[in-house]
T-cell receptor, first 111, second 117 residues
């Protein structure tokens, strides 16, 4: 299973873009990169996922490098409500489709 | 809106009692659901995979007789913490994904906070 590496914590000023990096150098060709976040005392929330092309939705953008060994989640205009732990996950390709969480990045959006 | 619902959201009970937590998929049928446990300031730890109509698959180190999982219908999985003790106090979270393509994301419930006195 491909593993991911994320910074433990990051700060971002309110209104600025938050760029959260993730390394997944052992990702295999058919594995997707998923991002979830967990706001304190809530269940994780799905944000976005991608295979090799950059993706954008109403919440965020996902930039995946051409070699797919790393990716960046971009929150274009961070708000205080974006303060959360962000998890970058490479999908385990088993018949059970398990999601294995690493420690994630604790993002603090500062007023 | 929410697509996976958990109940209860919070429970406090005495040591030695059993506690049942429900996980429902609201607008889709889920043949597979997952149960996680999360201790304070830690990440989610996968406990088991709940399979509709068959036995659950437990992760290494998780006691199957302690954490009973039943997936009796395509929209409901239950986790029963038997003879709960204070060390079982934790945040329990379930998830499920819509059937279809294998790259569907997991949707998570809002979690159940269990406190054993």
């Amino acid at each position: 299973d491909a593993k991911t590496t994320q910074p433990t914590s990051m700060d971002c000023a309110e209104g600025r873009a938050a760029n959260l990096p993730c390394n997944h150098s052992t990702i295999s060709g058919n594995e997707y990169v998923y991002w979830y976040r967990q706001i304190h005392s809530q269940g994780p929330q799905y944000i976005i996922h991608g295979l090799k092309n950059n993706e954008t939705n109403e919440m965020a953008s996902l930039i995946i490098t051409e070699d797919r060994k790393s990716s960046t989640l971009i929150l274009p205009h961070a708000t205080l409500r974006d303060t959360a732990v962000y998890y970058c996950i490479v999908r385990v390709k088993t018949s059970y489709d398990k999601v294995i969480f690493g420690p994630g990045t604790s993002l603090s959006v500062i007023p | 809106g929410a697509v996976v619902s958990q109940h209860p959201s919070w429970v406090i009970c005495k040591s030695g009692t059993s506690v049942k937590i429900e996980c429902r998929s609201l607008d889709f049928q889920a043949t597979t659901m997952f149960w996680y446990r999360q201790f304070p300031k830690q990440s989610l730890m996968l406990m088991a995979t709940s399979n509709e109509g068959s036995k659950a698959t437990y992760e290494q180190g998780v006691e199957k007789d302690k954490f009973l999982i039943n997936h009796a219908s395509l929209t409901l999985s239950t986790l029963t913490v038997t003879s709960a003790h204070p060390e079982d106090s934790s945040f329990y979270i379930c998830s499920a994904s819509r059937p279809g393509q294998s790259n569907q994301p997991q949707h998570f419930g809002d979690g159940t906070r269990l406190s054993i006195l």
